[in-house]
């Protein structure tokens, strides 16, 4: 899968569970601090991320990735 893939899905799954407008979520965009991420709502994207790519990750270490573009390279060694 390439990585617009990646993160066009990354996108929409962030968009839905944050409530965020999907336009305005950049690779840069930090979780916590630019979307607004509570640590339930971490979660829950960590999930969401597995259901939707299919994949099932290190929990602690998905907690970790800060950002959108950080999740997409995540995601992407996954897939590999």
Known sequence: MEKSEIEKRVKEVVSRILGVDEDSIMPESRFV???GAESVQSLELVA?????????????????????????????????
């Open 33 to 35: 601090e630019d979307l």
């Open 48 to 80: 969401a991320f597995e259901e939707e790519f299919g994949i099932e990750m290190e929990e602690q270490a998905a907690l970790e990735v800060k950002t959108v573009g950080k999740a997409v390279e995540f995601i992407s060694k996954y897939l590999k």
